[in-house]
């Protein structure tokens, strides 16, 4: 199994600046997509950012200009650097991979998810 492990997020002021990682250990061969998603409380889990293995991003509307998810692909880790913060940011953040794994060597393919970190933007 492909386990994600996130750090960063906790409080943050509106206008300033967080920084989440995560970190992605298994057998792994391969990982195609990278993604943080978002959920306040009582909501629907949202996509924020993802960016591909070909480099390409998308981002949500109401973090365009705000938030860059960026990857290093040798140590299998993806980043959300999160800055102009706003209230609203307010949410557990979640981070998400999909790709190829070869656990037992067989091969298979994996969609993990972090376990989720709390960011909280006061005014």
């Known amino acids: 199994q492909v386990q994600l492990v996130e750090a960063g997020g906790g409080p943050g002021q509106a206008g300033g600046y967080l920084r989440l990682s995560c970190t992605a250990a298994g057998s792994i061969v391969s990982i195609n997509s990278r993604g943080w998603y978002h959920q306040e409380s009582g909501k629907q889990r949202e996509l924020v950012a993802r960016i591909k293995d070909d480099g390409s991003t998308n981002y949500a509307d109401s973090v365009k200009g705000r938030f860059t998810i960026s990857r290093d692909n040798a140590k299998n880790t993806v980043f959300l650097q999160m800055s102009s913060l706003k209230p609203e940011d307010t949410a557990v953040y979640y981070c998400?991979?999909?790709?190829?794994?070869?656990?037992?060597?067989?091969?298979?393919?994996?969609?993990?998810w972090g376990q989720g970190t709390q960011v909280t933007v006061s005014s």
């Open positions: 998400n991979m999909y790709g190829l794994s070869r656990p037992d060597r067989v091969y298979q393919s994996f969609n993990s």
